[in-house]
């Protein structure tokens, strides 16, 4: 089946990437309506929300948070703002937010506060009647857009016939639902960044060839760490046909990349690392494998958000560490960390923009109008597309 080539789009999120860029330190909400006028595209809100200092937010959260009770629970990943993070029953990692937003029985609202693919992946793991609430419906991915799903559906159709039957489709957390359900379909499996070498060699057992989607950095990295050649990894350009590939380096592949990535980690550099190294003799180097392999070959130890959280918690006091992550969580772990210098790699300061798209004006949107009982933002996904993505992670949850 031939691939329909689309016309190049950057997505608008990768786009917006710079515009919360500063040199100062702090990282404290402005009112929506200052934010916006970074020249973002953000959901607008009624009025009385736009211009509400944050200090005017939070007593409004906090009441409606007090009236829903037990039937809401808020859920803050780690790269959320502290502005938001201080209303989270439960934060942590992608993944471990879903599971826990599938453990919250009594909760008819899962309010999470995170970007899209992970309501999604909450909507799939919890129950028929609880609904997932997305605050601000525009907080996506950049990683994720990079691989729209009628892209991915075409290369998997091209792949697998150039391939053959040996090629094993895995996907990050970071991807749509369909994507995961292709995924489920096809023998394949999806993985989280502290699982993603477990998750490689469960797919080389079962195959000679591995497509993984959509960030290029993170399966370079894991099929290093697996013992891949880096000559037998090749990246797929959904915008040449055939990838920009030849059918004989298709065939010669052990591991075919997107060719997606992250504009937050891909910030990092090696020079930044030997400045750090030249500063603090003693500092140990942590970054996400969302880095570029010479970034993370230059690093004393990478690994996922909760992996930099607990390599933190458990160093000794006196440790130096700079840290190859977004900002929001590296400043927490310093502020939360005091008898140890803990710094981002980065000087300039750059958060995820599209997790920062969570202001606490739309924190208090949602749940003021859950209280009224009205659901905003509700994140779902279809029965089809749910059950096939169900089996990829729970491919995932039998091999780790
Ligand atoms: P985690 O899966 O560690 O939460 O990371 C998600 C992410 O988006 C990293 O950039
Ligand atoms: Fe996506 Fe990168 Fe933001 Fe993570 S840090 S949510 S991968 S854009």
Known sequence: MATTLRDPVIPITEIEHSAFCRTDESLASKPLVEELKANIRWQRLPKEYMGMKPEVLYPRIRAAKEKL????????????????IQFAD???DSFMLSQNAARQKDADFIVFCGVHFMAETADILSG??????????????????????????????ELSQVAGSGLIPVTYMNSTAAIKAMCGRNGGIVCTSSNAAAVFRWAFERGEKVLFLPDQH??????????VPLDDMVVWNPFKPLGGLSRSQIQAAKVILWQGHCAVHTRFTVAQIEEARRRFPNVKVVV??????????????????????RTVAQAPPGSVIAIGTEINLVSRLAHENPDKTVFCLDPVICPCSTM???????????????????????????????RYARIALERMLGVV
């Open 69 to 84: 009770g037990k039937r809401a629970v808020i859920l803050g990943h780690h790269y959320q703002r502290e502005d938001i």
């Open 90 to 92: 439960f934060k942590g």
């Open 128 to 157: 028929p009647r609880q609904q997932v609430v997305l605050p601000n419906i525009n907080a996506g991915c950049s990683m994720a857009d990079m691989a729209p799903t009628e892209d991915a559906l075409d290369a998997w159709n």
């Open 218 to 227: 993170l399966g370079r990295n894991t099929g290093v760490k697996v013992g």
């Open 288 to 309: 996400h494998p969302e880095c570029t392999r010479e970034v993370v070959a230059a690093a004393d130890l990478d690994g996922s958000t909760e992996f930099i959280v």
């Open 356 to 386: 920062y798209r969570i202001h606490p004006a739309y924190l208090a949107w949602v749940l003021d109008n859950l209280v009224e009982g009205r659901v905003l933002n509700r994140v779902t996904v279809d029965e089809e597309t749910a």
